[in-house]
């Protein structure tokens, strides 16, 4: 078997939330094509609907109609979504609605604190479960602060600038590192008063509402990762990934397999909207391990489960250090990820902040526990390619909350 093809992705996740978002609080129509098929987004989707925005469907592509937003009648549900939770919690706060935040078993189980304490200090008046869902937000008069963040968080930093726009004066956030930065990317290509000096960005209180517009969502680089990944594990393999998003702050895989010797070449690299996007190709060669830590992390956050996999077959011991950040994702990816590479026989070190492996090793199948986590599923799948045995996913339904139709798409690659 050999993994050969070309894919054009759906919409980058990210970017999905985002535009959706930026949409709804835009005056007239705004039109969005190729939007992430992904439950989350969808979530996101129905919460804004939730809120009195009118969104739907025209062909392929989604438009929203933005303007006034009003209080629901109903708990928003933001089933497993922490981007529709996080993100939702600011923008809402800043527009001085009234809700309840709901999600799902694991989204109930994930800290909120992070989001709900800078949303304090710019006065909203809020009750949660010690921190996390259900959370209450009321409607509340918010004034601009400096805030320095703990953690490099795109969604704790998109959450207070979107604050920010209803607050009165200026609202900035410092991170201690560079996180995912489509945020400010977009409200800047949106006409916002929006300014982004190192690792601090402020924003001004939006007077005016944003202007509707026309948005072409790229491709999204975390599910390329699983793709790039089968082909640069099997041998004599060879894929092209077209228009993926190549924003800096995302491309931490593609650079971490860059290093490990994949073979990659961008074919093609232009801009759209700000955003910068390329075609690539992706083709099998012998892997190196790599180390990674704290600095390299907000860049490849989502693709470390994918990373493990490499580095089971990769010559010689790769070290993932300062991804403490991994144990409150969708589940404990640490934990998930050394319990059941070692099920597949793998030599691998579980570490507070990461973990530990020694390649290559040969992979066997095994009965996986996805822990309802969308990316473990899909980085097993993968595994199950370079493994003696079948590899038996305990939910694998769960892919479809960043890409329903990963299964269909893997089956269409092997030849």
Not at 180 to 199: A, Y
Not at 280 to 307: R, T, Y
Request: glycine letters at 8%; a negative charge; proline letters at 5%.
């Amino acid at each position: 078997m050999v993994i050969k093809g070309e894919l054009t992705f759906p919409g980058d996740k990210s970017i999905s939330h985002r535009s959706l978002m930026f949409a709804a609080l835009a005056n007239g129509e705004s039109r969005l094509s190729n939007s992430s098929t992904g439950v989350d987004v969808q979530s996101t989707r129905k919460c804004l609907e939730a809120c009195g925005i009118k969104i739907w469907n025209d062909g392929n592509d989604v438009i929203v109609k933005g303007g006034t937003f009003s209080n629901p009648s109903e708990p928003l549900d933001c089933g497993n979504s922490g981007t529709t939770t996080r993100l939702l919690l600011g923008l809402l706060a800043g527009q001085g609605i009234n809700a309840t935040f709901i999600g799902d078993d694991s989204l109930s189980s994930r800290p909120m604190n992070r989001i709900l304490d800078p949303l304090s200090k710019m006065g909203l008046i809020s009750e949660s479960n010690n921190g996390k869902l259900p959370i209450t937000i009321h409607k509340s008069e918010l004034s601009g602060i400096k805030y320095e963040s703990p953690v490099a968080s795109a969604q704790v930093k998109s959450a207070v600038l979107l604050a920010g726009l209803g607050a009165s004066g200026k609202t900035s956030v410092t991170e201690p590192t560079l996180s995912r930065d489509h945020t400010e990317k977009m409200l800047t290509g949106l006409g916002v008063n929006i300014i982004v000096d190192g690792l601090s960005t402020t924003i001004l209180k939006s007077s005016s509402p944003l202007s509707s517009f026309k948005l072409s969502v790229p491709g999204d680089p975390s599910t390329a990762a699983f793709f790039a990944t089968a082909a640069a594990l099997v041998p004599k393999s060879e894929i092209k990934l077209n228009h993926v998003l190549a924003n800096p702050t995302r491309t931490g895989f593609f650079s971490a397999l860059e290093k490990m010797g994949g073979g990659m070449a961008c074919i093609n690299q232009w801009e759209e909207t700000g955003e910068l996007i390329c075609d690539l190709k992706i083709f099998h060669q012998p892997l190196q391990s790599i180390n990674i830590d704290e600095k390299d992390v907000p860049g490849l956050i989502d693709e470390l489960p994918i990373i493990a996999i490499l580095a089971t077959q990769a010559k010689g011991k790769t070290e993932i250090r300062g991804a403490k950040e991994l144990r409150v994702k969708e589940c404990d990816r640490i934990h998930a990820i050394c319990k059941n590479l070692k099920k597949m026989g793998a030599d691998i070190e579980e570490l507070d902040d990461g973990f530990i492996i020694n390649g290559p090793t040969n992979l066997n199948g095994a009965e996986i526990e996805t822990f309802h986590d969308h990316r473990i599923a899909m980085a097993f799948s993968i595994a199950e390619l370079v493994a003696d045995g079948d590899v038996e996913l305990d939910n694998p339904e769960c892919a479809s909350i960043s890409y329903p139709e990963f299964y269909d798409v893997l089956e269409r690659l092997k030849q």
